[in-house]
């Protein structure tokens, strides 16, 4: 009898270490990890219209392709294709103030967003999901270039 119970106070040993373990694993802050785990701020379309009149400097980058843009644009924004951000074009950017990118749908703002991260930009923000087709909808000002 002792040979069973002595293997088995092993395995409850093994099961409560292990679940300790992974419980203090667990404590790294997981339930805020998708918001740190961008090297950005994601926001709306709305918190974008905010903070157009809250952030003082706050430049607004549209990262479509000029087509896109002759549609109609945000007003005061500035269009550099993302392919071009993401080759380090950040001509007419000032990387030490707040900087907004949007597309169409969030992907490419996405991408520009990192680029402009690793071109040691202070501040970026990227809007997703949605963009400038969502900023019209919601009845904000566009401009046709």
């Known amino acids: 009898m002792r040979s069973v119970r002595l293997p088995l106070a092993v395995l409850l040993l093994l099961v409560a270490a292990l679940a300790l373990i992974a419980g203090c694993g667990g404590d790294s802050g997981d339930a805020e990890r998708p918001a740190a785990a961008e090297p950005f701020q994601v926001i709306d379309v709305d918190t974008l219209a905010a903070q157009r009149d809250e952030v003082q400097g706050l430049q607004i980058l549209d990262v479509r392709t000029p087509g896109e843009v002759a549609g109609g644009t945000i007003p005061g924004a500035l269009n550099i294709p993302h392919d071009e951000v993401a080759a380090g074009d950040t001509e007419g950017l000032d ?39 969502t900023w019209q909808d919601a009845g904000y000002p566009i401009v046709v270039p």
């Open 95 to 133: 990387l030490d103030q707040p900087i907004a990118a949007i597309c169409r749908s969030g992907n490419r703002a996405t991408t520009a967003g990192d680029a402009l991260v690793a071109a040691g930009a202070a501040d970026v923000r990227v809007v997703r999901p949605g963009g400038v087709g």
